[in-house]
């Protein structure tokens, strides 16, 4: 049998992760399930890990929730590590969004400003999980879905040294589970090349005579349902620039290609106090979900869950680790070292790309130079990233500046300092190493 260890365990999305197990249980026969949690969380991992047990026990399987804050306790010979947790919590989330915002710069969870602090705040924590790991469960599989999950990935690699981690995000199976619809085909009559950096990954798409079907795709994502995730504000892509490229962007593309109108977007429901930062509308629905997992006769994963942006998270995480348990050899879109698929990037940079998983990780699938336009925008992205993580770990202040100054999202000048400087205080209590 199979330990499982699921980290930030009182996640609104562990219901979502039972499913997945419980829906694979022939294939990936777990014994025991354990949820880690912090003390701030305790009264949400005690509602959804009860909730967790209703689940498996309304199943045929006998599989028992254990509920921990000791997080060595329940490393000890740990088979697969799932992270999904949040430093701060949804309230350091606010932060990220409002205090930029109230510069004029995008507030996102994952981009610009706010995602490179929600990176100082994660890194020196995986990299702690990855230590403890390396002494309770050498032989274990992390599979990372914690944000900003490529620069998460990449650093548990790079310096955590730990290369048995495979990182993950919802974006590419919502494009994969929404499109083949848009031109009347079946999922399982395309073939699907991802290639970039997570949250900012291109992908062509071809049919099974091996004919390029990604154009016919552009042409029908403007009158249907693309798979955008439910937090990110549905601009349209230019056409005439999705057709140079022939590649489709991912979801978050949008705050790059048209930045002007997405942060219009965001400052306006910024500025209304009935709507808020998407952090603030999340802490509505959270509470909503947890008063649905408090019900002793509710065994399965509400539909409201798919209110939030992480919906079908589970397919990828189930997914990725019954892949690796049983050798599937799965097509599977992922966060893993590049080793020459992108060969724009260096070998060593953890990348966004489809591969197959199976007993040894991930095998990346070669994609190929990208033209100029991807290429820059690529390279610069990937090197911010880097400046990030460096920055994380030493809490170098130069560093941190330098990130911000390279980032597209964030003007450089004295309100870049301004903000880098007011996040760090905001976030004082979890950035130890600044
Ligand atoms: P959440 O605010 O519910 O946090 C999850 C849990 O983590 C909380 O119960 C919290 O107490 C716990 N936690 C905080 N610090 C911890 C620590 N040091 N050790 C253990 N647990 C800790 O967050 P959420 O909305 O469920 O999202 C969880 C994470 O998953 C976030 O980082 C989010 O960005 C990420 N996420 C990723 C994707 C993706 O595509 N990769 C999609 C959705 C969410
Ligand atoms: C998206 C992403 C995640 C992101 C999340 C936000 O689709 O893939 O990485 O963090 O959903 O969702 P939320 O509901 O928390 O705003
Ligand atoms: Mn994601």
Known sequence: GIKLVTIGGGSSYTPELMEGFIKRYEELPIREIWLVDIEAGQDKLDIVGQMAQRMWDASPYDVKVHLTLDRREALQDADFVTTQFRVGLLDARIKDERIPLSYGMVG????????????????????????????????????????????????????????????????????????????????????????????????????????????????????????????????????????????????????????????????????????????????????????LYKDPNLDHKPEQLSKRGGAHYSDAACETIASIYANKNTHIVVSTKNNGAVPDLAPDDVVEVSAYIGATGAKPIAFGALAPAEKGWLQVMKNMERCVEEAAVTGDYGLALQAFIINPLIPSGETAKRVLDELLIAHKAYLPQF
Request: proline share 5%; with cysteine; glycine share 8%.
């Open 108 to 291: 996102q969870e994952t981009n610009g400003a706010g995602g490179i602090l929600k990176a100082f705040r994660t890194i020196p924590v995986i990299l702690d999980i990855v230590e403890d790991m390396k002494q309770l469960c050498p032989d274990a599989w992390l599979v990372n879905f914690t944000n900003p999950s490529g620069m998460v990935t990449d650093a548990v690699i790079r310096y955590g040294k730990w290369d048995k981690v495979i990182g993950l995000c919802n974006v590419p199976v919502n494009a994969m589970m929404a499109e083949p619809e848009l031109i009347g085909k079946k999922p399982e009559e395309l073939i699907y090349s991802f290639a970039g950096l997570n949250h900012f990954h291109w992908h062509r798409v071809h049919d099974v005579h091996g004919q390029d079907v990604t154009r016919d795709i552009i042409d029908k994502m403007y009158d249907g349902d693309s798979g955008i995730p439910a937090n990110i504000h549905d601009m349209p892509f230019f056409k005439e620039q999705l057709q140079q490229m022939n590649m489709i962007p991912c979801g978050y593309h949008r705050y790059y290609y048209r930045a002007e109108e997405m942060l219009a977007h965001m400052l306006e429901e910024y500025r209304d106090p009935a709507v808020g930062t998407r952090a603030e509308q999340v802490k509505q629905t959270e509470a909503e979900l947890f008063e």
